[in-house]
């Protein structure tokens, strides 16, 4: 009916789902989205058409993808242990430390643990990059990239 390939409809549709989902994901306001489809070079009235179909499909867009997310697994209980090999048969005098964890995670109502161990130096370099992401989602920029996410 159309006079267009198959492959032609399935880029247009792939593209409008794309449009509609990114901004439902970011929740862009009214004259965001028509400034967004502006450029696209549409007639007025497509225009009209496509600003109220994100508007009638924001909310159920979001509800969807957020079904779709994956469920990451949540902290439960942390148990830790300090190893160390103060002497063996060859060497007498020698200090291997080793810190072993035991990760008490809950994933979808179940309970997993993960046993993880490291040596100090390792944990301390891990505990620095932690707080230095921390630090960074305290700056302005992730701020607002939070508040926009939700």
């Given at each position: 009916k159309l006079n267009v390939g198959a492959?032609?409809?399935?880029?247009?549709?792939?593209?409008?789902?794309?449009?509609?989902?990114?901004?439902?994901?970011?929740?862009?306001?009214?004259?965001?989205?028509?400034?967004?489809?502006?450029?696209?070079?549409?007639s007025d009235e497509l225009n009209k058409l496509l600003l109220q179909l994100y508007l009638d499909n924001r909310k159920e867009i979001r509800s969807i993808l957020s079904e779709l997310a994956p469920k990451l697994p949540s902290y439960h209980n942390l148990e830790w242990r300090l190893d160390v090999q103060l002497a063996s048969r060859s060497l007498r005098q020698q200090i291997k430390p080793a810190v072993t964890m035991k990760l008490h995670l809950n994933q979808n109502e179940d309970q997993i643990a993960q046993v993880l161990q490291t040596d100090p130096s390792t944990l301390l370099h891990l505990i620095q990059q932690l707080e230095q992401a921390l630090g960074e989602m305290k700056t302005n920029h992730c701020r607002r990239i939070a508040r926009n996410m939700k």
């Open positions: 492959d032609t409809i399935q880029r247009g549709v792939e593209g409008l789902t794309y449009l509609l989902t990114e901004s439902s994901k970011l929740m862009i306001s009214e004259i965001d989205f028509q400034d967004s489809i502006h450029v696209l070079g549409f």
